[in-house]
């Protein structure tokens, strides 16, 4: 089993930045995938941003469109994985989850796809 606790999300005003931390614990040496996903109300979790865990390649969402970045952290005892936001905006506003799969590739962008998840960190972005 694999746990996930997210951190740092918040308000802010357009254009500011928050920095979102996963902190995964249990088996992580089977963790394949970690994703951030997020979900506005009355929408559907879409897909954000993911990181293959042993390698560190990512693979982002067209909207994120470079204001976004997502690194992992496997030194520390407790596995994190961050999304750096930029730029954020009012449509950026949304609880957002951290996920992970043992098999997922890189280029998992399905909410399926990824068997734990995170309780969520609401984001607001106010005008």
């Known amino acids: 089993q694999v746990q996930l606790v997210e951190s740092g999300g918040g308000l802010v005003q357009a254009g500011g930045s928050l920095r979102l931390s996963c902190a995964a614990s249990?088996?992580?040496?089977?963790?394949?995938?970690m994703a951030w996903f997020r979900q506005a109300p009355g929408k559907e979790r879409e897909f954000v941003a993911t990181i293959a865990w042993s390698t560190g390649r990512t693979y982002y969402a067209d909207f994120v469109k470079g204001r976004f970045t997502i690194s992992r952290d496997r030194d520390n005892a407790k596995a994190t994985v961050d999304l750096q936001m930029n730029s954020l905006q009012p449509d950026d506003t949304a609880v957002y989850y951290c996920?992970?799969?043992?098999?997922?590739?890189?280029?998992?962008?399905?909410?399926?796809?990824?068997?734990?998840w995170g309780q969520g960190t609401q984001v607001t972005v106010s005008s």
């Open positions: 996920a992970a799969d043992r098999t997922a590739p890189r280029w998992s962008t399905t909410v399926a796809r990824y068997e734990y």
């Open positions: 249990g088996r992580t040496f089977s963790i394949n995938t």
